[in-house]
């Protein structure tokens, strides 16, 4: 009956590292797309005050 419990213990605590582990990859993907989203748009917005200077430049 120890030997049923222990494997039993055992085969949670295996689930939870796996579920944990899961979890922490899903939040460093979540991370890094906020931060991808982040400097797309900070590159938008610094092509745009570029395009301007040079707009200004030939005016």
Same mark, same amino acid.
């Given at each position: 009956?120890?030997?049923?419990?222990?494997? /039993?213990?055992?085969?949670l605590l295996? /689930?939870?590292?796996?579920? #944990?582990?899961?979890?922490? *990859? +899903? *939040? +460093?993907?979540?991370?890094? !797309?906020d931060i @991808? &989203? #982040?400097? !797309? !748009?900070?590159?938008?917005?610094? @092509?745009?005050? *570029?395009?301007a200077m040079?707009?200004?430049? &030939?005016?």
């Amino acid at each position: 009956m120890n030997d049923l419990l222990l494997n /039993y213990a055992q085969g949670l605590l295996e /689930y939870q590292v796996l579920i #944990s582990a899961c979890l922490i *990859v +899903f *939040v +460093f993907f979540a991370i890094g !797309r906020d931060i @991808s &989203r #982040s400097l !797309r !748009r900070l590159e938008d917005e610094l @092509s745009k005050i *570029v395009a301007a200077m040079k707009q200004m430049r &030939r005016d």
